[in-house]
């Protein structure tokens, strides 16, 4: 086994060193935040450090964090990406929130060197080979929290199920997001008495809605409203497509696109306006002429980040992306907690929690392709009750699944008295 340790680490150095010169090329995103990305910078010594992949994960772990802090313990929190970091210091200003190292073995030495972290705790399917070997080597105790094995991924470390079991026993506590991925970790060789179900962590998101900056809520405010969030390619067409068939049946609405990466706005709006719609872009509104009013077939885009949030509650219907497209899916719960209706396509692989509860309820449906969509959408704007209805059923049934974030805190108090016992530093 340590041969193979050892193998793991050179091939990383191997893969990593042409990574790092080229990244900056390939990844223009990451050129900010360089210095944190290879372990450098301040942090805080001594306190648990939380690490989420994106935005998505990252308002997930706003309320594990607040408990934490709750409970006397000092937080840092790290992220995957600039959007996830940048949402956490909006939402969460007082904590020190920093982009991940690399998993990279000198690059996680580094970092665990200078925060020495009393615990890490990661979310979800979070799990790094370099960075758990590393904090098993500065006994420092990990955990996975809302912890999900996907389809995909399932198959795919059973295929080098040695080297995953390696990895998972480095982990103290397992809380599985459901009874499968708890089932799924012990295949995959995880310790049976380090593995509970604690419940998924997106379930404890804030039921108190986000509220739309005023003059966004001003312009929305001229009729129902379609919102398509966290779109990719083709999906923005898919969504103008259902706006034409259900304006043909009688029932228009304006739509909001909200991409996934904002760097494709310009390509979105040369679609938009292909089709002879008129469009505004968010930050534009403030420059826009005597304020922009949107009329029932107006589109505006969202090409700023971290407003979409607020904009769920206001939707008659919602579409979330990255389910026409094969992709995986994306946060199907920040709508179905604001009490809207969901609509979401067949590319759910990382969200299949999230739609069998959705399903389950009524308050979410799968589309297969642009025609389904165009079909939901005409229906739910034919009858705004109807829509309400399976949306209030959302709500309910995610109020009645919380819990998770008290369950995930006791996880981690027990793992870290278990460390005290065993005399941990």
Known sequence: MRAIAHSVAAVTALVAAPFAAGALALRPSW???????????????????VHAASVGEALAAASLLDALREAGHSVVVSTQTLAGRDTLRRVRPDLHCR???????????????????????????????????????????????SGRISDRSFDRYRRVRPLVRRMLRRIDAIGARSEL???????????PGAVTVSGDLKFDGDLVAAVPARDLLQSLAGGPLFVA??????????????????????????????????????????LVRAQGRRLLRRSSLARAPDGFRARPGDVLLLDTLGELRGLWPLATVAFVGGTLAPVGGHN?????????????????????????????????????????????????????AKADARGRRGRDELARLRGSSARSLALLERMLADRDDRGGS
Not at 242 to 252: D, F, I, P, Q
Not at 356 to 380: F, I, P, S, T, Y
């Open 181 to 191: 991925d708890a089932v799924r970790f012990l295949e995959l060789g995880a310790e």
């Open 229 to 270: 969030g966290s779109t990719h390619p083709g999906e923005e067409w898919a969504a103008l497509q259902a706006l034409r068939v259900s304006e043909a049946a009688g029932h228009g609405a304006v739509l909001v696109l909200a991409p996934r990466r904002i760097e494709r706005a310009g390509e979105i709006e040369r």
């Open 99 to 145: 982009l991940a190292p690399l998993d990279h073995p000198w690059v996680v030495e580094r970092a665990l060197a200078t925060a020495r972290p009393v615990a890490l705790v990661l979310l979800e399917a979070e799990l790094w080979p370099c960075w758990i070997a590393a904090a098993a080597r500065h006994h420092v105790p990990v955990a996975l929290v």
């Open 332 to 384: 199907l719960l920040e709508p179905a907690i604001c009490g809207r209706p969901v609509l979401f396509g067949p590319h759910t692989r990382d969200v299949l929690h999230a739609v069998e509860v959705l399903e389950k309820c009524g308050a979410g449906r799968c589309v297969a392709d642009a025609e389904e969509l165009a079909h939901a959408l005409a229906e739910l704007l034919a009858d705004p």
């Open 31 to 49: 050129r900010s935040g360089w210095d944190e990305r290879l372990g450098r910078g301040w942090m805080d010594p001594g306190a648990v450090w």
